[in-house]
RNA sequence: GGUCCCGUAGCUCAGUCGGAUAGAGCACCAGAUUCCUAAUCUGGGGGCCGGUGGUUCGAAUCCACCCGGGAUCACCA
């Protein structure tokens, strides 16, 4: 349960006894009406805005219509208290009962606390990595692997139907390049030397395998045999290569797509075509030449008449060419038709994950798709760069030499979980630092570190209470037999609101799109753990395990583990494993 | 020149559909281990939230215009 949508029902509903009441206006609009939780921990623990949102509509003062509401919260049970504070804020505070019982629905309800229906089983379709397949993929590639894959499996917590999807981009030019390099390498196998490869062609080693690949396949078949015999055919095979390495490295971060698309398939099914006809019945296409860009003009600029679309229409800064010089659909135009697919599909709402790179190409997008579409909608979410460093020195990497630094590279030295925990401890159009040094300490420095201490010094807890007490039981379903009324002290309570603002804190993540909230949030609910540990170290009295009172133990036993079982839950939305040791 | 992103403590960054006295970590200073993992914790100093106007009960947050940093800018993908 998310106990502000709870109590902004309850204020609703008294809201709307006062409008029925004659007090409010009937038609009175509730919308901006919030109820969360106010900043100061002293003003109580829940807070609602209602008398200052409603005063210009009901044409009384803050105040008055506050003092009209506070009688009618006071009647409720778990409303232990109402204060009118400021300007016309309403404070209350909760009663004891009301949060010890939080802990029995969060051990009831396990990792799955924390999941919301906000997202009513709206498909929604992430699509993100999306490398091409040329090669492995590099660490410029892992930022936005992980955060889309959070954020999928965010949206999946608050009650989205998600699809998590990558575009495999198999139809351009660089394909073509692909497959005259891997030819190469199959001449190689049969023992050819090849020399040094050919500038304009893929030279890593990672090429060297899909040689042998070709040669185990078809035998010396294509040894003589023209171009054009052999391209489009071993093109595949290269793809295949390519994608299965992808896969894996993939793997190794954790990720798996449900849904490979093929962009070669919209330009074989006539699907562009189709696209774009219906854009051309809207009105939509045009042949005509584009204005010079302003500035620099590049080099080689030269007029020439082009198919347009016109998404200036839609907010676009100058209209988008679909077709290439030779005839050819632009990427463009297969990304059309690409989106009009998936909304065809069933997807309204679409989420990109780009890099930041691709700015300047959103825009052209979500113009496509509203003259498409209508009502579908396609947020892009641009990751910007990550600063690979050792020990505060740049580590140097350069695409072009062949050089650069793998994906694999990094998981293999840093771990899977940290590194996606830390490549979503800043929000995605920050910059980020990622220093191979300072994410493997183990100290509080590193969140990773830090929140995974919390989640294995509670397993260990649980664990030694079996030390104390031979017969304890602490499976989820005794502990929610415990009696909560003995979690008394500001500490346990504290911890228990921090559990209690879990199914928020998903809802607000998932609606802004912003995963890195989730690592914030589990950073500050570690913080409010060890604080309450080392409480135990000045006063033995608030420690977890009290020799000789089963009672008080089993209840903060209770707390405890509803407090792991939220770290583990946002852990589960990152996609990092929660560790019950770290010895 | 256009577009997009960023500008918050000495440093790195959070900041909840606009909310009350702007937060955390690092660094600096002072403390806490016969004790469930001190791999941790407690306390302290430190801010014209880039600038100027506007919107309103109320702005770090929204709008306009500036300043500074970054990315990107016809047929590549």
Sequence with gaps: MNVFTHFRGVIDERLNELATNGDLPVDIDLKNVSVEPPRDASHGDIATNAALVLSKQAKRKPRDIAEMLKPKLEMVDAIEMVEIAGPGFINMRLSAGFWQEQIRSILASGTDFGNSDTGADTPINVEYVSANPTGPMHVGHVRGAVFGDALANLLDKAGFKVTKEYVINDAGSQIDVLAKSAYLRYREAFGEDIGKIPEGLYPGDYMIPVGERLKDKYGDKFLNADEAEWLSIIKLDAVDAMMDMIKDDLKALGIEHDVFFSEKTLHESGRIDEAIDVLRERGHIYEGVLEPPKGKLPDDWEEREQTLFRSTDFGDDVDRALKKSNGDYTYFGADIA?????YQRGF??????????????????????????????LDVKVCQLVHLLRDGEPVKMSKRAGTFITLREVVDEVGRDVTRFIMLTRKNDAPLDFDFSKVMEQSKDNPVFYVQYAHARICSVLNRAKDTFANIDTADGSL?????????????????????????MVEAAAE??????????????????????NKG??????????????EVTKARLALIRSVALVIASGLAILGVEPLKEMR
């Design 338 to 342: 690409y989106h009009y697919d998936k």
């Design 348 to 377: 309204k709402d679409m989420i990109n994950v780009w890099g930041a790179d691709h700015q300047g190409y959103i825009k052209r997008v979500q113009s496509a798709i509203k003259a498409l579409s209508g009502d579908g909608s």
């Design 480 to 504: 929610q037999n415990a009696d909560l009324s003995r979690l008394v002290s500001d500490g346990e309570l504290m911890m228990i609101k921090q559990c209690c603002a879990w199914p928020r």
């Design 512 to 533: 802004a799109h912003e995963p890195h909230r989730i690592a914030f949030f589990l950073y500050d609910l570690a913080s409010e753990f060890h604080a309450f540990w």
């Design 537 to 550: 170290n000045d006063n033995p009295s608030l420690r977890f395990i009290i020799d000789g009172d089963i």
